[in-house]
């Protein structure tokens, strides 16, 4: 919880004054905003300068999605005593599992995210995807999967963005193809092109937390920065911040590595010198 707690009151501020300014023309310093933050409660995202968790949504899910799994294994280990098999599902059987997706999304609902959609996801990662023989299948049909959740991510984005009319049922089951074949599909990948280890593997995956940490900031920051500058190029004012923090987020994460207390603020060990 540190990490979340850290971030929350340091991080998210400064992302939600840079909200209010951009969307609400808030006129105030940053440190004047500082009582609106804490003070102004809407949806959480911090879009309208009000209190919100940024990024840090995920952790907050996970602890309170960790804390409610405790008790449902415990459930299902007095209530289902023999074991059930599931390694054994064919790839039929695991494409199934979107069909709860759609009825997910709207319950336990904070902040647009659904607690109950990620509790399902992490409860299928402990009771399926956990298992060598899935993983394999789904290796075998990552092409498989793969297309069809691109197909459903462009169709999903499609008709909630660009095509300017409400598909409503039909957009909520692309959303959800889109979702769960994207997993299945990166997962395959992911065995069958990322499992190793090298130098490189090594070394993101010692920076990748104090990375998820920081990178949002700066590309908040860096869209502001360059809005005057790319605001009529879509293109160029998604990519050119999205470089620039990047690269600042890396050499963040690198000095984060090498300051004890950053390194307990960020949820990492510090960097071992050689």
């Known amino acids: 919880m540190v990490p979340f707690i850290f971030g929350t009151l ?22 004047e905003h500082y009582k609106v933050f804490f ?5 959480l995202s911090g879009f309208d300068g009000g209190f919100g968790v940024g990024q840090f949504w995920f952790l907050y899910f996970l602890f309170v999605i960790s804390l409610v799994s405790i008790g449902i294994f415990a459930l299902v280990k007095k209530v289902i005593k023999k074991q059930t098999g599931v390694e054994k599902m064919p790839f039929w059987g695991l494409a199934l599992m979107v069909i ?3 009825f997910l999304y709207d319950l336990l609902s904070v902040g ?23 993983i394999e299948k789904a290796e075998k049909y990552r092409c498989v999967s793969l297309a069809i959740g691109l197909v459903a991510s462009v169709a999903d984005v499609y008709m909630f963005l660009w095509s300017g009319r409400d598909f409503g049922t039909v957009n909520v089951i692309a959303k959800a193809f889109a979702e769960w074949f994207m997993i299945l599909g990166l997962i395959g990948f992911g065995k069958n092109k990322l499992d190793f ?3 490189t593997m090594a070394y993101m995956s010692k920076r990748s937390f104090p990375y998820f940490s920081i990178h949002f900031l700066w ?30 987020t890396l050499a963040c994460a690198e000095i984060c590595l090498r300051i004890p207390f950053l390194c307990f603020l960020m949820g990492t060990k510090k960097s071992s010198k050689k």
């Open 219 to 248: 590309v908040v920051l860096f869209q502001y920065w360059l809005s005057g500058t790319f605001g009529g190029n879509i293109v160029l004012l998604y990519t050119v911040p999205v470089v620039c923090a990047y690269i600042v």
């Open 10 to 31: 340091f991080f998210c501020p400064i992302m939600a004054y840079i909200g209010d300014k951009t969307n609400l023309g808030y006129e105030g310093s940053l440190w």
């Open 112 to 134: 647009g995210k659904s607690f109950a959609e990620y509790l399902y996801v992490f409860l299928i990662g402990y009771y399926v995807i956990s298992h060598d023989q899935v």
């Open 100 to 102: 709860p997706f759609p």
């Open 197 to 199: 280890a090298n130098k």
């Open 39 to 43: 003070t102004k409660w809407t949806d």
